[in-house]
Antibody, heavy 121, light 108 residues
Framework: EVQLLESGGGLVQPGGSLRLSCAASGFTFSSYAMGWVRQAPGKGLEWVSAISASGSRTYYADSVKGRFTISRDNSKNTFNVQMDSLTVDDTAVYFCAKDRNHLSRGVFDIWGQGTMVTVSS | SYVLTQPPSVSVAPGKTASISCGGNNIGSKSVHWYQQKPDQAPVPVIF???DRPSGIPERFSGSKSGNTATLTISRVEAGDEADYYC???????????FGGGTKLTVL
C-alpha cells in the first residue's frame, strides 16, 4: 500500500525550531519529487517546499525561504523539513505529498494525513 | 507573482451540475490540477493535467480550460461531493507551486 506518514509536529515557541519528517512506503521513493503543503486553521492550502527525486534541487515558497530547509534520504525512504525562526504565522497542519514527477511540478498524487505545528508562547 | 482566483463558495442541488472556476493570467499555457478536501482530511486529487481523472475518481468529475479560466465540473452532484475544492498549477517562472484560494461546494 502506498503511504506517507508525517511525524514531528507539536508546540513550539516563536523563534524556535522544529523538524518534520515524512516516511514513505509502497513506491520507489527515489524516483519522485516530494513536497510539503500546509494549511493554517480555517484557511486554504499553501505550498511550502519541495525537493527533486535525487535531492539535487530544492524549492521554497517565499514565506519560508531562508528559514526552512528541505532534505531527503533515499536510502531510508524519508524526507524532512527543518523549520527555524518559527512565527505564529507558521501555525498550520503540514502535509507531506508525493509528486508524480522526478522534478517538482506540484502534481501531488499521494498525501499524508498531516501533522499539526503550533507556534505559540 | 502568479495568482489563481476561485469563488469562495458554490451551491448546487443534488443531481445537478456544479461548475467551479479558477482564473489565472494565461492559464491556458499551464497544466491545472484539482483537489478535493473534506473536513479534517487530507486533500485528494480529482483532476490532473487539466482533464485527467486519477484512478478511482468518478467520471462525473471533469476539467476544462477556456481563455484565462479553468473549470472543474461535477455532474449529477451527490451529497458526498460536498467539500472544499482547490485548483493548482506549477509556475515555471518562479519554480513555485500555486494553489487557488479554494471553493466550498455546498450541496443543498
Amino acid at each position: 500500500e502506498v503511504q506517507l506518514l508525517e511525524s514531528g509536529g507539536g508546540l513550539v515557541q516563536p523563534g524556535g525550531s522544529l523538524r518534520l519528517s515524512c516516511a514513505a512506503s509502497g513506491f520507489t521513493f527515489s524516483s519522485y519529487a516530494m513536497g510539503w503543503v500546509r494549511q493554517a486553521p480555517g484557511k486554504g492550502l499553501e505550498w511550502v517546499s519541495a525537493i527533486s527525486a535525487s535531492g539535487s534541487r530544492t524549492y521554497y515558497a517565499d514565506s519560508v525561504k531562508g528559514r526552512f530547509t528541505i532534505s531527503r534520504d533515499n536510502s531510508k525512504n524519508t524526507f524532512n523539513v527543518q523549520m527555524d525562526s518559527l512565527t505564529v504565522d507558521d501555525t498550520a497542519v503540514y502535509f507531506c505529498a508525493k509528486d508524480r514527477n522526478h522534478l517538482s511540478r506540484g502534481v501531488f498524487d499521494i498525501w499524508g494525513q498531516g501533522t499539526m505545528v503550533t507556534v505559540s508562547s | 507573482s502568479y495568482v489563481l482566483t476561485q469563488p469562495p463558495s458554490v451551491s448546487v442541488a443534488p443531481g445537478k451540475t456544479a461548475s467551479i472556476s479558477c482564473g489565472g493570467n494565461n492559464i491556458g499555457s499551464k497544466s491545472v490540477h484539482w483537489y478535493q478536501q473534506k473536513p479534517d482530511q487530507a486533500p485528494v486529487p480529482v483532476i490532473f493535467y487539466n482533464n485527467d481523472r486519477p484512478s478511482g475518481i468518478p467520471e462525473r468529475f471533469s476539467g476544462s480550460k477556456s481563455g484565462n479560466t479553468a473549470t472543474l465540473t461535477i455532474s449529477r452532484v451527490e451529497a458526498g461531493d460536498e467539500a472544499d475544492y482547490y485548483c493548482q498549477v506549477w509556475d515555471s517562472t518562479s519554480d513555485h507551486v500555486l494553489f487557488g484560494g479554494g471553493t466550498k461546494l455546498t450541496v443543498l
